[in-house]
């Protein structure tokens, strides 16, 4: 890549499309070091049910920021922001590159795009948006949304309770909506030049990616991991306690659900997730146009990276560099 800001690389797909393997390839070529763009995978606690790389695997090149934060603690875009600028720069230091690599499409943008600058927000907004979302539903709480942030409100589906509430307690806690933060500038885009590689697969390979991978976690002792997590007695609306597979695995140690019916629905869950990740990479710039590869077909792991394909990334990257 060339200019005068330092270059970095996006590695960015969907749920089990194999961006973990692809960064590891890439990271042992090119002398880089992958650092997570997963907003699940930064929780200690969830080393299986998120599919972290291997201990194998961090041992092959430097890995950043997984298993740094504890569940307990809700990790934001603007935290994982600043913790990724300064790995990014650590890498730099040590003549290395940056690897991003993720599918949590709001990291990507924070800093491709930048932040909205969005003061805190009081705990007791926070916790009526809990409440109500809890008492009410998404949907109910979309409608009153609607009512007095309907900018924020139509760019949200009904069923996206995360979102929802986050819009409330903003709207709550400001007196102003997101949408408007986010319209009224903040931090610009990070001071780095990014390219992207975008894996964007097949849907049935995808859904037989998750299925195979769902079965490979309860044998690698998801069960057990979730257990542990329930232990702790978190509040449910922590993000760490809403990762796919969790709640399913949750309400199956509780006795609501069977083994099987948890992991259909957390199978079909995690299905509908890639749905909305692919939909958003593909309408969100990751870098400019010229400077992003997609990938339609799925890497399924460092052993499947055949050598054709191999060639053809990394001819995008050394074209970049």
């Not at 590689?197 to 490979?216: F, N, V």
């Not at 992003?292 to 890497?299: E, F, S």
Request: overall charge neutral.
């Amino acid at each position: 890549m060339t200019g005068d800001q330092p270059a970095a690389l996006l590695v960015a797909g969907a749920t089990a499309s194999g961006k973990s393997a692809l960064a590891l390839a890439l990271a042992e070529r090119l002398g880089g070091v992958v650092i997570n763009a997963d907003s699940m995978q930064v929780y200690r606690e969830l080393r299986v049910i998120t599919a972290r790389p291997t201990t194998e695997e961090e041992a092959l090149v430097p890995h950043r920021l997984y298993g740094v934060r504890p569940a307990a603690e809700a990790a934001s875009v603007a935290w994982w922001r600043g913790a990724a600028l300064a790995e990014m720069d650590a890498a730099r230091q040590a003549g290395r590159l940056p690897i991003l690599c993720g599918g949590t499409g709001m990291y990507f943008a924070s800093l491709t795009q930048g932040l909205s600058d969005i003061p805190p927000v009081p705990e007791d907004a926070r916790a009526e948006a809990r409440g109500l979302l809890a008492g009410e539903g998404p949907a109910a709480l979309h409608a009153r949304l609607a009512v007095v942030d309907p900018a924020t409100a139509v760019r949200l589906r009904p069923s996206d309770s995360q979102r929802i509430a986050r819009a409330w307690e903003v709207w709550r806690g400001t007196g102003k909506g997101l949408a408007a933060w986010q319209e009224g500038g903040g931090t610009g885009p990070a001071p780095w030049r990014f390219a992207a590689i975008l894996i964007d697969p097949p849907r049935e390979a995808l859904r037989s990616a998750i299925a195979t991978r769902w079965a490979a976690m309860i044998q690698g002792g998801a069960i057990e991991e979730v257990r542990a997590l329930a232990a702790q007695g978190l509040d449910p609306a922590l993000p760490a306690m809403r990762a796919h597979g969790v709640p399913e695995l949750a309400a199956m140690l509780a006795g609501r659900m069977t083994l099987e019916e948890a992991s259909a629905r957390a199978i079909l869950n995690t299905g509908q997730y890639t749905k909305r990740q692919a939909t958003w990479f593909r309408h969100h710039a990751l870098a400019d146009a010229s400077r992003t590869h997609t990938i339609h077909a799925r890497v399924a792991g460092v052993a499947q990276f055949s050598e054709s394909f191999g060639d053809e990334v990394f001819a995008f990257v050394d074209r970049l560099r």
